[in-house]
T-cell receptor
């Protein structure tokens, strides 16, 4: 599968623990996005990167959340001191932005986080 | 602030009947509108975008700026159209997508 890859697919953690998710975008894509989806809702934007630069963060991204894309390739999303309200599907997407325009955003299969 | 509304959470249609999934948006500028689809156990994928003016899998959607709508239509439903459909908006100069809450479409054989 050469699409966007997310690991792990599922994560169960106890409240208060830290968790980290990884996203590997499509290799030539320079933009990477994180979204969160809770039950019965559409995906909600969290943040996005252009290469290694984090260009926008949603107010949904509290100070317990941090995202990195150190070399402009894969990205990690860390949640510290997890709360039950963090339980959701975390989606990663990537796209290519060039001088002549951008491709569509391709989504990964997501990481489902359950905080118990 | 931009907002996307999909008024129907669930929609059931008989095979061969026409399908219309409603999407309304609020945004003061000139938006870019999309329909994404998620089939069972598959990832979210783009179905169509208004700037392409394409018909994908028999589906079309026309941006109506007067009614601020971007309804998805197909004249004859097929069983394989059963899926979750999300309408999404991207505002000018902004890279984030704002999604609606989605409509689960079920095609009855």
């Amino acid at each position: 599968d050469t699409g966007v890859s997310q690991n792990p697919r599922h994560k169960i953690t106890k409240r208060g623990q830290n968790v980290t998710f990884r996203c590997d975008p499509i290799s030539e894509h320079n933009r990477l996005y994180w979204y969160r989806q809770t039950l019965g809702q559409g995906p909600e934007f969290l943040t996005y990167f252009q290469n290694e630069a984090q260009l926008e963060k949603s107010r949904l991204l509290s100070d317990r959340f941090s995202a990195e894309r150190p070399k402009g390739s894969f990205s990690t999303l860390e949640i510290q001191r997890t709360e039950q309200g963090d339980s959701a599907m975390y989606l990663c997407a990537s796209s290519f932005e060039g001088g002549t325009g951008s491709t569509e955003a391709f989504f990964g299969q997501g990481t489902r986080l359950t905080v118990v | 602030a931009q907002r996307v509304t999909q008024p129907e959470k669930l929609l059931s249609v008989f095979k061969g009947a026409p399908v219309e999934l409603k999407c309304n948006y609020s945004y003061s500028g000139s938006p870019e509108l999309f329909w994404y689809v998620q089939y069972s156990r598959q990832r979210l994928q783009l179905l169509l975008r208004h700037i392409s003016r394409e018909s994908i899998k028999g589906f079309t959607a026309d941006l109506n700026k007067g009614e601020t709508s971007f309804h998805l239509k197909k004249p004859f439903a097929q069983e394989e159209d059963s899926a979750m459909y999300y309408c999404a908006l991207k505002s000018f100069g902004n890279e984030k997508l704002t999604f609606g809450t989605g409509t689960r479409l079920t095609i009855i054989p």
